[in-house]
């Protein structure tokens, strides 16, 4: 799947959802879910995925705290609900099943560390047998190559 450009949504199918209006705020300017979540520290399409999969009551109870922890008004958990509620149901209803189909596929993520583990112990086995045939290397020639002394050598006079 090619990537979206830079000026693209990722997923176009939840523009409805992430664009649609939460509150008006205090200047006068409209709060969309999108602006919310990132306020909220979320990547939006990301949340709005995620809340596709889940059931429709849990989504709606899980937008309306993201909704009464991020509003510069307050408003109650009952106002927060309705809310939530109205703009869980701008989620587009296939989401779910394309969550499903994903977390069929297998996770090869791990592939990627095992190779990089696998390759950094295969070069510290090979390091340590090159060491290991060095060092008996020179230490055979550091006994072949000593002067050879006579015991008990009779010292010149000076």
Known sequence: MASPGPFTAPRADLDPFLFAEVVTEPNGMALTVLS???R???DPWEEAAYLCTLRETDARDELAQII???QTRGCGLAEAT???AQLI???PAHCETEAAARSMSPD???IGTAL???VLGASLLLNTVAHRARTADTGASS???APIEAPDSPRAPR
């Open 68 to 70: 009464l922890q991020s």
């Open 108 to 110: 090869i993520s791990w």
């Open 116 to 118: 990089l583990y696998g």
């Open 89 to 91: 149901r701008l989620l």
């Open 143 to 145: 006994q072949a190559g």
């Open 40 to 42: 909220y520290g979320e």
């Open 36 to 38: 919310m979540l990132a």
């Open 82 to 84: 309705a809310v939530a």
